[in-house]
């Protein structure tokens, strides 16, 4: 299994550009291709998995075939590409990889890495989806890093039992959405490592414009696995910066800094139904270009994501829908042209299977947008059943407690967005009223332009945490009077 391990890239020129690729509908409802691969792995230890998946695809998604055509060439090396070709159609999408080559030092053509065609836009098309499954083609067409059996096995399994059993606690969020009051499509709880956070973040913090009473401490599990999230996000942060942004810097606003996880969402989709509509995971307290590690368990289901679209990219473009319409049923209510705008340029999915660590880089949440699509049908998980655990870690910043941030004119915290609608005005933040998406409540019309230093902080900081140092201190001296 091993050989589903791909954290170490190798930098490829900018000059490179990836030949036209051939875009693929929905595969058919069958085994998954990791299921596929962990099979063949199991049979041929020695050969790749980039290897294995090619033949896969050559047997129109056969391991019975690829098993038989492996056993009597006696390793994939030595089947040509002539070979795969003329094994049978295209039953399923094949490694973007293996259709973009390059040619070596020896003056054959082999097929590159994408990150250095990273900035070609995703080979999608008006209507379709793109079903990715390579990490390489991951890493190089979307603003993810997919890590594929991240925990050793059974570090994984007790981690699923465990939030198995925690999953009695979830709850389904409330909240307004274009004058009616709606529930998630699914459940879910904020985990944190301390009873002084669980009281932080029940009386300081609010979701949706109300504040939460589902916060729980994290299980000695959940939290024993962070540490390990924590330590391998960083790495693909690092790698990411170096191969893929430019000049290898940071972007603007992210945070220089290590990122250390301080809260745990926890989902569970219970059922193929259950599921998430397309959204942005909100700014107000991770603050610009945030990284995100999810890490899922249980069944496998399809991630899908699509690039947001400024109204200027498109002619009749309107208003683009709100970040926070999470729920399944919201799509007859979403503005038409904006999903006009959004079908556009197509979709990526990406599948998730058990035990599988995806990174959101800091340009997903500004620049995509992400949701877990229903499904017709599952393969039941033989712990997990129909349902799937899904754990976001994220880096609550102290530079963005509720105490800092702007409160709105009818009192409630301002939230923070990211200016999308004009292709002009990207990159540009504000504070903004929540209150009209809190059921009963209407909102006002508060409005603040956001500034950050490069690292993301507020530059109104030092001088609040200043005075928030000074305030405490007078507290203290009254206490010792």
């Known amino acids: 299994m091993e050989a589903f391990f791909h954290r170490k890239r190798r930098r490829v020129s ?29 049979l041929f230890p020695a050969v790749k998995q980039d290897e294995l998946l090619d033949i896969l695809v050559s047997c129109d998604g056969s391991v019975e075939s690829a098993s038989e055509m492996l056993s009597a060439q006696g390793s994939a090396a030595t089947i040509s590409t002539k070979k795969r070709a003329a094994a049978g159609p295209l039953g399923m999408q094949t490694s973007l990889s293996s259709h973009i080559l390059t040619k070596a030092e020896d003056g054959t053509l082999k097929p590159i890495n994408h990150l250095g065609a990273r900035k070609k836009a995703p080979p999608t098309k008006k209507g379709k989806t793109l079903h990715l499954y390579s990490p390489e083609d991951i890493a190089a067409y979307t603003p993810c890093t997919i890590i594929h059996n991240f925990l050793p096995a059974e570090e ?56 939460s009473s589902n916060v729980r401490q994290a299980t000695p599990q959940l939290r024993s696995v962070s540490r390990e999230v924590q330590t391998v996000v960083n790495e693909e942060v690092q790698n990411r910066i170096r191969d893929v942004y430019p000049d290898g810097k940071k972007l603007q606003y992210q945070s220089s800094k290590q990122w ?148 709105c004119k009818c009192g409630q915290h301002a939230i923070l967005r990211c200016a999308r609608r004009k292709q002009e005005s990207r990159g540009s933040y504000m504070w903004m009223c929540y209150a009209g998406y809190t059921p009963g409540k209407e909102g006002c019309s508060f409005f603040q332009w956001a500034e950050f230093d490069d690292d993301g902080d507020p530059v109104w900081d030092k001088k609040i945490r200043l005075e928030d140092y000074m305030r405490q201190l007078r507290v203290q001296l009254n206490n010792i009077e």
Request: glycine share 4%; with cysteine; proline share 7%.
């Open 14 to 42: 900018q000059d490179e550009e990836p030949k036209p690729i051939q875009q693929l509908s929905d595969p058919p409802n069958e085994d998954s291709t990791d299921i596929k691969l962990a099979i063949l792995l199991s």
């Open 156 to 211: 994984a399994n007790k981690l699923l039992l465990e939030l198995l059993d925690e999953s009695k606690y979830l709850t389904r969020s409330t909240f307004q959405l274009f004058s009616r009051t709606v529930q998630s499509p699914h459940t879910h709880a904020v985990y944190v490592s301390t009873a002084e956070e669980q009281r932080q973040q029940m009386s300081d913090y609010t979701y949706g414009g109300t504040y």
């Open 260 to 407: 250390k996880p301080n809260a745990a969402f926890v989902n569970c989709y219970d059922g193929p139904a259950e599921s998430v509509g397309y959204h942005s995971d909100g700014l107000t307290y991770l603050g610009p270009h945030p990284i995100i590690g999810s890490l899922s368990l249980g069944v496998s289901r399809e991630f899908r994501i699509r690039r947001i679209v400024a109204e200027d990219e498109e002619e009749d473009g309107k208003e683009e829908e709100s970040e926070d319409i999470k729920t399944a049923d919201s799509k007859p209510l979403q503005n038409q042209a904006a999903s006009a705008r959004a079908d556009a340029q197509g979709q990526i999915s990406i599948h998730l299977p058990h035990n599988s660590l995806l990174v959101m880089h800091a340009e997903m949440q500004e620049e995509w947008k992400h949701s877990i699509a229903p499904a017709q049908t599952i393969v039941p998980h033989p712990i997990a059943g129909n349902r799937r655990i899904n754990i976001t870690y994220r880096w609550y910043r102290d530079t963005l407690h509720p105490r800092y941030t702007p409160r």
